[in-house]
């Protein structure tokens, strides 16, 4: 192992659960604003997860009120407190960008029972 992956190791968290596209999540986030700190949740459905390693990510798409928002998260962040699985969903695409242009019950990922 060269030295670039020791020092990334490091940093790479052992604590996330096995999800995949299609599965809703929730992520906790450590948000600061001035000298506060506080926890906010952002539920939504992983449309894509990108890279490896300590470069990973994952694309979470919620849609409130009417208007779909998308949030990357880096996957290794120090700014993540948590991520627990939902529901698991049943796919066939790794990335679910044609919900972008879906709106109600065809936007709709199939429950995968586990």
């Known amino acids: 192992m060269n030295l670039i992956q020791s020092v990334e190791n490091q940093h790479v968290k052992d604590n996330i659960p096995d999800f ?3 599965d809703v999540v929730r992520v906790n986030t450590r948000i600061r604003e001035g000298q506060k700190e506080r926890i906010q949740a952002y539920e939504g459905t992983v449309i894509r997860r990108a890279h490896s ?16 928002s998308e949030r990357t998260f880096p996957l290794h962040s120090p700014n993540i407190e948590s ?16 919900l972008r242009d879906r709106t109600g019950r065809s936007a709709r990922v199939r429950e995968e029972r586990r």
């Open 20 to 22: 995949s596209p299609g």
């Open 53 to 68: 390693g300590t470069r990973a990510s994952f694309t979470v798409r919620r849609v409130a009120f009417g208007t779909g």
């Open 83 to 98: 991520i627990s699985v939902v529901r698991y969903g049943t796919v066939r695409r790794a990335k679910l960008y044609y």
